[in-house]
C-alpha cells in the first residue's frame, strides 16, 4: 500500500491534472446538451448493487469525465486503502486505531484478524447478549425495581451514541414494537430531559446510557440527573440495576457510575462514535425491532461492504458517489450537498449523515500534516421531501450555487394511501428534471409571459442531483444505504488522504467549555483572561442569569 508519505500529493496526481483540463472543457456544458447527444444517458449512467439503484445521469459529467475520475480513485491508492481498513491496519494514524467498523456486520464465520486476534467471534458474543436482553424487554421478563414492565426505553447519548440510534429508530419505526415507548436524550440544555421524561414513570423506565468513553459531559450530566429522577421515585439506590444499562467501551467509568458491568454492552475502540449504529450502541433499535430485524439490518450493511470492497470503481455505488462530491466540491467551488429523502422515515437521515460526513472529512490537513490544497468535506444538510420544496428548494432551483442534491425515493410504501405514494414520487422525478433541465427564457415567453417577468421565471437548469432508488424502506436497506454513505465518506476522505476516523475539531470547545463553566459558577469574579468579547459575555451572563 502507498503510504501517507509516498502518495503523490494530490493537485501532482496526474489523473487531477487532466481533470483539471477537462473541468475548462466541461463547464460550461449544460445537461440539457449532454442528454441531447446521447438518449441513452439516462440509461448508461445508472448502477445497481443488493437492489440500491442508483441514476447518476443528471450529473455534469461525461464518460471522459468517469474515466478521469476512476483514474483519479486508483492513482489516490482507494483500492489499497480499502483492502487496509478491512484488514484492520490501523488507517486511524492519529488514534493509532484501526477502523474495523465492518466487523461489526460481518457474519459468523468471517474472521477480520486484528493484533493477531480474530475479532469477529466477539462481535457475534456482544450481538447474542444484546438478543438476549433485547427479547427480555420486548416480552415483559425484564421487569423493574418495583416488579412493573418495562414500557420506556430512553437512550442517553451525543453524537454517535444518539443520532445513529435515533434515526435508525425514527427510519424503522414501522418495524418496532409499539406497546414500548422511545425516547432519546442527547442535549445537555435539561430541557432536553426534562420534556423526554415528563410523561413517563420511573418504575416502568430503563435508561440506556450509551456512551463509548463513558467520559462525555453531555451524557455524563444527563446519565446522572435521569438517576436522580429514577431514584427520587424509586429511593432505593438497587433499582439503578434494573433501569439502567451501559453501552460503551470504558468499564471502568461505568461501574464509576454505579452500573453493574453484567449490564453493560461493550464494544471496541476500532469502532468511531458515527461508525458505531451497528455496535451495541444500536442496543435501542434492537430493543424496538427485535433481534430478527436488527441482524438484517446487519445483513444490508454487510452486502454494501461486499459491493464496496470488491466491485470495479465503475460500478461501484459507495466510490461513485464520493467520486462526484470530489467533482462537485473541488472543480465547481460546490460548498454543500444535500440530502433529501422522500421517505418520512428517513426524517432523521440528514441529520445523521451530517456527523458521519462533516466529522469525518471537515479535515484541513492530510495524513502527513501537511495543509491540504483543495477544500474537503462539504456541508450535508437537508430534510425530507416534500416539505423542503416549500421552502428552501427555491433556492436550489434559481439561486445563485450550485449545490449538488440526492433524492432518495423507493418504488413501495410502508403506508398505502390512496395516491399519496405516487404524488410523493411524481415530485422526486420532477425536482431531478427541474433542477436538471430547468426552463429557458423561450419557454417562458411562449407561455405568454409579459416580458418584465421572464427573467424572473426561467430556470437555468444544469443542477445536479444523483437519485438513489431501492424496493421499500426495510430494515436491510437502512443497512445498505448508511454503508452505501459510510464508503462514500472513506473514498473522499482517501483522496484527499486525510484521516476520516479522528476529530480533534471538537477538543478545543470542549476544554474551553470546561473551564468557562468554573467562571460563571464561581462566586469570586472570573479574572478576564479571555478576548474581551469572552470576557464580557461571561460577565453579562453572570449579572442577569
Ligand atoms: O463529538 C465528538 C464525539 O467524540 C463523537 O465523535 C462521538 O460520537 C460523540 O462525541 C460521543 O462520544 P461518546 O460516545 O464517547 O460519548
Known sequence: MQTATQLVPLGDRPAWKALQTHFQQIRDRHLRELFAEDPARGERFTAEASGIFLDYSKNRITDETLKLLVQLAEESGVREKIEAMFRGEKINITENRAVLHVALRAPKGESIILDGEDVVPAVHTVLDKMSDFAERVRSGAWRGHTGKRIRNVVNIGIGGSDLGPVMAYEALKHYSQRDLTFRFVSNVDGTDFAEAVQDLDPEETLFLVASKTFTTLETMTNAHSARDWALTKLGDEKAVAKHFVAISTNAKEVTKFGIDTANMFGFWDWVGGRYSMDSAIGLSTMVAIGPENFRAMLAGFHEMDVHFRTTPFEKNLPVLLGLLTIWYTDFFDAQTVAILPYEQYLKRFPAYLQQLTMESNGKHVTLDGRHVTTDTGPIYWGEPGTNGQHSFYQL??????????????????????????????????????????????????????????????????????????????????????????????????????????????????KVLATRILGELESSSAPDGSHDSSTNSLIQRYRKNK
Open 396 to 509: 436550489i432551483h434559481q439561486g445563485t450555487r450550485l449545490i449538488p442534491c440526492d433524492f432518495i425515493g423507493f418504488y413501495k410504501t410502508l403506508n398505502p394511501l390512496g395516491r399519496h405514494h405516487d404524488m410523493l414520487m411524481a415530485n422526486v422525478f420532477a425536482q431531478a428534471e427541474a433542477l436538471a433541465f430547468g426552463k429557458t427564457a423561450e419557454e417562458v415567453k411562449a407561455e405568454g409571459t409579459a416580458d418584465w417577468l421572464v427573467p424572473h421565471r426561467v430556470f437555468e437548469g444544469n443542477r445536479p442531483s444523483n437519485t438513489i432508488l431501492a424496493e421499500v424502506l426495510t430494515p436491510a436497506v437502512l443497512g445498505k444505504l448508511v454503508a452505501l454513505y459510510e464508503h462514500a465518506v472513506f473514498t473522499q476522505g482517501a483522496i484527499w488522504n486525510i484521516d476520516s476516523f479522528d476529530q480533534w475539531g471538537v477538543e478545543l470547545g
